[in-house]
């Protein structure tokens, strides 16, 4: 039995575990090594260095302002919005590793060609972490065969999706790499203090990274806290690791990247008091809880757990009790319904059901089919502390993909390991009954349905056709016309201004040119995307008074944006429906652009005396 296979792996002593991790560095290489081959040879393909999600190229241009000079506590993008600029919510922690590849390798290829290398290495080396944390946990649940299907699914959940390509260094593959972490971690039947403690640090480096892991990190911190509760003394080792390290970490995390006029802030967005004070102060909690009610009784213990979580709930109503609510809820009317809504990450399951059908499959359902894995395998009495783990991990990140879609590549991921520890016994199954074709059947089926990609294809065959499924060549239209360098040619032999752009267009605008952009597509930038869809929408003449108001800009119009697309749908008789008509204004002036380029430039014609 593969769960036999695991205990007894989990059984050796520290210097056969000493071997184990040495076998499993040699397997995750061998898994690395063509994952690594695969996304160097698709980056030589690549027309771009930089990924095609806004995020990434947004980041470069936060690494290359930290570069220039900008305090490492200042995230002010100067160049983005209104007068003042956009005050971003990313963390610093990201920025730099990439900039020290970026200085790394400026003095020997010149500082274009050293971020092409930066942002094609970066990606690339968190494939072997990610790959090890969930061969590890493989191993740990079920022994070899469970790590190398834990491996191989790893591999594929890889090179098939976009968060670890050449050029994605947005903060979601590092998200993924902490989220292995964690579970490799929990999952230690030896409860092991070292593992715990690193289930702590990468939980802290999670919320300092980016807070949409929150509800992941808090179940996390659940699951060690009940563990803790349940098996008192025998878990008081590890459950003082995991809250001293949770506690130690994200303070550092917070004194190093939080400047000390915004030690009292509370944001909901990005790590602040309220997710400092709530993530440390329950680590300690815990760890003293731990170091002195551990001889208890488990009802005492579950007591004492009880008013933590009320001292907890305190915290949280005391200093921040609106990050208990969306942070996005206050945005106006108007960006939800030409902007937010339209986020394919930030749809919720009803609405990709209404929109987009056919990716229903890949986003849901390899994590219900393992939510339903482990609550079989509860049911049966198979290990059940395991299987409640990943019950809980899987299942939460599951219901946060219902709500934001953007959950389900952490429900997939997670999902591997429940279905890896099922295929072990589905395979063992095969091989005994060799002349039972069922049992060949249902262990392939099995396999393909595992993989979301699958999924995806499928989805996309059903309702699209072949056509969908080779590209979106609409897409890559869109933005070779409006986003790309050559887009932004023209824009460079302007003097820096502002640019009334579409949100979409307002990264590669930062990225390309010295002009400041009044829209990109970040919630807190909300006055300068509401500027620019209101002036798209207006009548001309509303739409030149608010234009004067800026300033002297200059409007960049790219009728194949989909926002502005929109825009022209909705109000065909305001400013953007005229320009797409070909119907400018007089009180515009075109300005040259070259053939070929999606993108028209204007400015306001000078008044006269």
Known sequence: MAETAGAVLESKESGRDETVLSRLSWMVLGYALPVIVFLTVKLMRAEDYVGRDNDD??????????????????????????????????????????????????????????????????????????????????????GSQCMHFCLGFTAIFVVTGNRFQAGAIDHHNIQIVLVATMAAMLVDRQYRATSFAMAGAAAALAIAIGVETTPFVAAVCLVVAVLWA???????????????SLAATVSAAFFLTVPPHLYHASTC?????????????GGALLALAAAAASDLGRKGRFVVLGVGGFVLAGIVLSIAPECLRNPLASLDPLLFDLWLNKVTEARSFLALARQDPGSLGAFYFTGLFAVLICAWRIFRGEPIVPHLILLTLVFVNWCIALVQVRGAVYSNLLAILPISLLLVSL?????????????????????????????????????????????????????????????????????????VDPSNMGASILRFTEHRALSAPYHRNPDGMLTELRIGLADPDAAAAMLKRLGDPVLAFCAKDPQTRMIIERAPQGLYGHLNAGDVPSFLTPLPVAAGTGIKLFRLRPEQD
């Open 269 to 281: 967005d990005n790590l602040s008091i309220a997710f400092f004070s709530l993530s440390a102060a």
């Open 57 to 142: 190229a947004m980041r470069l241009v936060q690494v290359r302002d930290l570069l220039a000079g900008q305090s490492w506590f200042d995230l002010t993008q100067t160049r983005l919005g209104l007068d003042g600029g956009t005050l971003m919510h990313w963390s610093r922690l990201v920025d730099l590793p990439i900039a020290a590849l970026i200085a790394l390798f400026t003095p020997i290829a010149g500082p274009e060609r050293a971020e092409a290398i930066a942002l094609a290495i970066w990606p690339i080396l968190l494939v072997a972490p990610l790959l090890a944390a969930m061969g590890l946990a493989g191993r740990r649940l079920g």
């Open 427 to 499: 395979r063992s199954r095969m091989m005994r009954e060799r002349s039972n074709p069922r049992a060949s059947l249902l262990y392939v089926a099995t396999v393909l349905v595992s993989v979301p990609a699958v999924w995806a294809v499928a989805g996309e065959l059903t309702l699209n056709g072949v056509a969908v499924v080779t590209g979106d060549a609409d897409a890559q239209e869109r933005a070779d016309r409006c986003y790309s360098a050559e887009a932004m040619a023209d824009l460079r032999r302007i003097a820096p201004t502002l640019v």
């Open 230 to 244: 349940w098996e008192g003394a025998a878990f008081a080792a590890p459950a003082v690791a995991f809250g001293t």
